[in-house]
């Protein structure tokens, strides 16, 4: 992908990466939101976007060879439970008080970190050499993995329950919405993962594929994603899918067509249960074989044109349907754990409240000018240009969500498809618009 000029984009040249990447510490949680923490947030934002470039230009991965050799990927996957932790243990404090700041910036920035991580977490570990460089953090992501994707099954079951309602809602209802949003997101960014993951248990701890057969039974986990997909939904206009990060109506024969997530939890599928080292390892109770053998009504045509490597699939659940496989093949192993979302919890147990206050009242409370300042530092972070080549398609209108050629000529940051819409957005948009125009 090129700019005007014809050259192509650049947010990090190789040598700044490097020294960013070098520089990258581990923050504690109390201090996640502190100016510090912020400065770092955006290098990774930073690292991020330009591992994306190199990812869709299929130019050099300097990113990726930069965090091989230099160790961090371990520390990305650390970062990313932090962020987790401080989701579920202090935002859920601050939602629980009458918490008004006079911006949600710097509280959205937190939130919205761990999504940038898992991102280029996503981006990197397509790599076996940064899958293997994880070492024993592996055993951590895949746990994180598994966290993401069976709350994605639960939202799911929740949201066919009970019809959501929109209303007016305030700055932190927003950020509650926001929050679930990205939840959703990083779900369908870990399905990713765990498929690189599946392809790589032979050069993974031994504890891993212990780990996904045994303590997580993933293959069922798996089937559930098949049964019933958090990426297909129900909307108004008809079926929609989670196509390219957005949910898109499809209809007809486009209903069958695999999405990249779908395809990925196929692939995972295929991948444990065709390996012979985890089939012989895998315990076919009756019930985990009664669920693997729902995966025979999923086997058509349309499937197998748009995935032939299933055809030997298909043929291995008819023998399955019709054999008891042998008991699992126990073997005497040094079982490793996770062990950082436990140090997190222990570390900080019984300081959720304090450290809620301490931020609220340090951090995620900015006066006039920090909230100029750290909006200009945000402007300056994400790169308009570099941002627009990162897209794939036609931006969609913030207000009707029809395609969009027009973009707010303040801030730029939002896209209109006619100027009725812009006015109509504008009460809910100008208090971003204001912050990022003021800072400029």
Partial sequence: MTDGSGESSYVLLSVEAEALIEGFQLFPIKELGGPRWQKQHEYVEKLNMQALLNASEEKEEYIKESLVNLDKVSKLIEDVITTEVWKKQIFEVILKTDFKPPTTIPMYVVLYHEATLVTLLETVLYHKEALES????????????????????????????????????????????????????????????????????????????????????????????????????????????????????????????????????????????????????????????????????????????????????????????????????RELILEQVPEIMDRIMKENEGKWKAIAKYQMKNFFNPSKSEIQAQAKRLADTYNFDVMDSLLSEVPKCSNCGEEATKRCSRCRQEWYCKRECQVKHWPKHKKVCDVMMNAK
């Fill in 134 to 329: 994880a070492e024993d953090t592996v055993l951590d992501l895949l746990d994180y993995c598994y966290r993401k994707l069976t709350k994605a099954i639960a939202e799911k079951q929740k949201s066919e329950q009970a019809e959501e309602t929109e209303g007016e809602a305030n700055s932190m209802e927003e950020m509650k919405q926001q929050n679930k949003k990205m939840e959703f997101e990083i779900a369908v960014k870990c399905m990713s993962i765990l498929r690189y993951i599946t392809d790589c248990l032979d050069c993974v701890p031994l504890s891993t594929r212990s780990r996904v057969l045994e303590v997580h039974n993933i293959p069922c986990l798996l089937v559930e994603l098949v049964e019933n997909s958090p990426w297909t939904k129900n909307g108004s206009s008809g079926v929609m899918k989670f196509i390219d990060g957005k949910w898109t109506p499809v209809s007809g024969p486009d209903i069958m067509q695999l999405t990249k997530t779908e395809g990925q939890v196929w692939l995972a599928i295929y991948n444990l249960l065709m390996n012979r080292e985890s089939a012989l390892k895998y315990d076919f109770n009756s019930y985990n074989k009664t669920q693997i053998l729902k995966l025979r009504g999923f086997m058509n045509d349309v499937l197998l044109d748009q995935l032939p490597i299933l055809a030997q699939f298909r043929q291995y659940l008819e023998q399955l349907s019709m054999t008891d496989p042998p008991p699992p093949k």
